[in-house]
């Protein structure tokens, strides 16, 4: 790959960020999104930091979405169901500001296609938030993103590795030195539960992992960057106010490219995931990043 279509490509991944100012993303739409789904959702018990969007059916339980993303845009609402939704208890919305302590929070918009059953004071179970529209006309195209999003997933996955991958048993390590973006590519069966997976690149560079497999898997494992520990995420150890390391989320992307189901579990995801024909099935952890899947 050349310097220059390495450089393009790079500056479009830095916008991966779901919590973008008002401008575009690499991911369209999705880039919005911390969920972005092709079909339905089902969720119980958890929380989506981000927007959520879903083209099928939304069926929620003791759950919250958008609970940080600090800035509202009247393009992407809170939350968007193409189909119906059913809701018991959660809500949609954030705070102002999360760091500030102000008391004052914001609730978020949702936008229905089809019809919504929401609790509202029934029995101690009830759903918080801004307005609600049903039958209403979608504010995007979820056919056109999907088609645009599985061709992005294509051709990234055809992208040569320029970076190193070592797969030992318990470790997988990818090694890059481009200063702008380090490609790898793994098989599904690379991904073991309860391996290290360690990313080495320069700081600010962007990291593209391909990986191969109808059958993707991530699955009670830890994460690496340049030997620090995903652990200690935003951890404030010397207590000056300021996290002592971040791990760069936003640069870093997983791309299923032949997936047809993931599973996830057991796990704090660094990065984003692109699956875009596979079923997901995610339990017991969370992702720092966007999920775009079927």
């Not at 220059?4 to 479009?12: C, V, Y």
């Not at 919250?64 to 018991?88: C, F, M, Q, T």
């Not at 009670?220 to 989320?249: A, E, I, M, S, T």
Request: charged share 15%.
């Amino acid at each position: 790959m050349n310097r220059l279509a390495s450089r393009l490509i790079a500056a479009l991944f830095c916008l991966l960020c779901a919590t973008l100012p008002a401008g575009a993303s690499v991911l369209g739409t999705a880039g919005f999104y911390n969920e972005f789904i092709f079909g339905d959702i089902f969720q119980e018990n958890t929380d989506s930091e981000g927007r959520v969007a879903a083209a099928g059916n939304v069926t929620y339980s003791n759950m919250s979405v958008a609970s940080e993303i600090g800035v509202k845009d009247p393009r992407y609402p809170e939350l968007v169901v193409g189909g119906s939704l059913s809701w018991a208890n959660g809500s949609v919305g954030y705070f102002s500001d999360i760091n500030s302590g102000s008391p004052e929070y914001k609730k978020g918009d949702i936008v229905v296609g089809g019809t919504a059953t929401i609790a509202q004071n029934n029995g101690g179970s009830s759903v918080t938030y801004g307005s609600l529209t049903t039958g209403a006309a979608l504010p995007f195209s979820f056919s056109l993103e999907q088609a645009y999003l599985q061709d992005l997933s294509t051709y990234w996955g055809q992208l040569g590795a320029n970076g190193n991958t070592t797969v030992k048993p318990g470790e997988v390590f990818l090694t890059g030195t481009d200063p702008y973006l380090n490609v790898f590519s793994l098989s599904a069966s690379d991904i073991k539960k309860n391996i290290g997976l360690h990313i080495n690149v320069p700081e600010g560079s962007t990291t593209l992992v391909n990986i191969s497999g109808s059958l993707g898997k991530m699955k009670k494992f830890g994460f690496y960057f340049n030997g620090v520990d995903g652990n200690l995420d935003g951890d404030d150890l010397d207590n000056d106010g300021q996290p002592d390391f971040l791990f760069p989320d936003n640069l870093i992307l997983y791309n299923f490219f032949e997936a047809t189901a993931l599973s996830i579990a057991g796990i704090e995801v660094h990065g984003s995931v692109l699956a875009p024909w596979a079923d997901v099935l995610f339990s017991n952890g969370h992702i720092e990043g966007n999920l775009i899947a079927r």
